[in-house]
Nanobody, 127 residues
Framework: QVHWVESGGGSVEAGGSLRLSCTSS????????LGWFRQLPGKGRETVSC????????YYEDSVKGRFTISKDNAKNTLYLQMNNLQPEDTAMYYC????????????????????WGQGTQVTVSS
C-alpha cells in the first residue's frame, strides 16, 4: 500500500551535506506537486520544501532557505532534497509525498492514490 521510498539520510556533523532521494513505485512524480516533510523530535510533521508539478514553483521553510534545494528527475521518477550546511536543528525524520499545492500553507496529500507516509529517512546532525 505505502509506495513512497525515501533514502539518503545519515549522521553528519554541523556544516555537512546530505542528499535525500524519494521515489514512488505507483505514481508518476512529474504529474503531481511534491514535497519534503520532516518530523522534529517531539513535534508534528512540517513542510520543509515543495515543488509544483511543472517544477516552476518551489517553497522552502524559512529555516532552510539558502541551504536546502529541492529538485526532481522525471526520467528517474525521483525527487531530491540537497541539504547543505546542516545544523543540529535539522535533525529529524524526513519524508516525501504528494503536496497539496506548493506554498507556505501547503501540506501533504494522503490517502487514495497518494498513499500514506513511507518509512522516512533519518537525518542526524551533531554539533
Amino acid at each position: 500500500q505505502v509506495h513512497w521510498v525515501e533514502s539518503g539520510g545519515g549522521s553528519v556533523e554541523a556544516g555537512g551535506s546530505l542528499r535525500l532521494s524519494c521515489t514512488s513505485s505507483r505514481l508518476t512524480l512529474a504529474k503531481i506537486d511534491l514535497g519534503w516533510f520532516r518530523q522534529l523530535p517531539g513535534k508534528g510533521r512540517e513542510t520543509v520544501s515543495c515543488m509544483s508539478m511543472n517544477g516552476v514553483s518551489t517553497y522552502y521553510e524559512d529555516s532552510v532557505k539558502g541551504r536546502f534545494t529541492i529538485s526532481k528527475d522525471n526520467a528517474k521518477n525521483t525527487l531530491y532534497l540537497q541539504m547543505n550546511n546542516l545544523q543540529p536543528e535539522d535533525t529529524a525524520m524526513y519524508y516525501c509525498g504528494a503536496s497539496n499545492g506548493c506554498g507556505p500553507t501547503s501540506g501533504v496529500r494522503l490517502g487514495g492514490e497518494f498513499g500514506y507516509w513511507g518509512q522516512g529517512t533519518q537525518v542526524t546532525v551533531s554539533s
